[in-house]
């Protein structure tokens, strides 16, 4: 039924190759949400910087009389960028929450066909006030191996982002020089 499985899934596994196969399978979806989640987020929060502000402060210094205040933004850009990034981050942890749900679905009881068993768990089976009631087994079966993936994507990211940033790696700091130069009229 789902797009990243091929084959079904039985929860609880019936043998060793049953559980090898959700093993795989909810660890390579806790890689996909890890990584969906983290580049829509690391969008998100990097959009600001795509804005360019271009000044201009030629007409600040002109001669007398000089309108008050200063217009000094001669044009803006990268605000498309901004929205794209917005929209494509939004998209991504949409995916992201999407593969939550669908893990959580692949891990539904069967359907409870008998009337009076069907009756038995609509007036005693879940009571969300009481944590006790709640459906702890399915949150295990559909996240377990799933918090592995994370895991290890997390791990692997942040040791990726320590190799990169070590002194071996590190760029020479770019020289920024800024000048600034004043003319006045002779009395």
């Known amino acids: 039924m789902s797009p990243w499985r091929r084959q079904s899934v039985s929860i609880p596994p019936e043998s ?23 580049l829509g987020a690391r ?25 008050q205040p200063c217009e000094r933004v001669a044009y803006r850009t990268g605000v498309l960028n901004v929205a794209l990034n917005y929209w494509c981050g939004a ?6 929450v ?13 359907p409870i066909t ?5 009756l038995l768990d609509d007036s005693f089976g879940r009571d969300w006030r ?11 079966w559909a996240y377990g191996f799933t918090l592995v ?16 940033s070590s002194p071996r790696f590190a760029r020479t700091p770019t020289v920024h020089v800024d000048t600034s130069q004043r003319f006045r ?3």
């Open 16 to 38: 060793m190759r049953g559980w090898i196969s959700l093993a795989i399978w909810e660890f390579w979806i806790g890689l996909l949400i890890c990584g969906t989640g983290g």
């Open 43 to 67: 969008l998100i929060a990097t959009a600001p910087d795509s804005v360019i502000t271009v000044f201009d402060f030629s007409k600040c210094y002109a001669a007398p009389p000089i309108l």
């Open 91 to 96: 998209l991504l942890i949409a995916v992201a």
């Open 98 to 110: 999407w593969l939550l749900w669908e893990l959580w679905t692949a891990a539904a009881p069967r």
């Open 114 to 118: 008998d009337e009076f068993l069907k």
């Open 130 to 140: 009481r944590p006790r009631t709640w459906p702890w087994a399915r949150v295990a």
């Open 149 to 164: 993936g994370i895991t290890t994507a997390l791990g692997i990211a942040l040791l990726v982002s320590n190799v990169l």
């Open 185 to 187: 009229v002779p009395q």
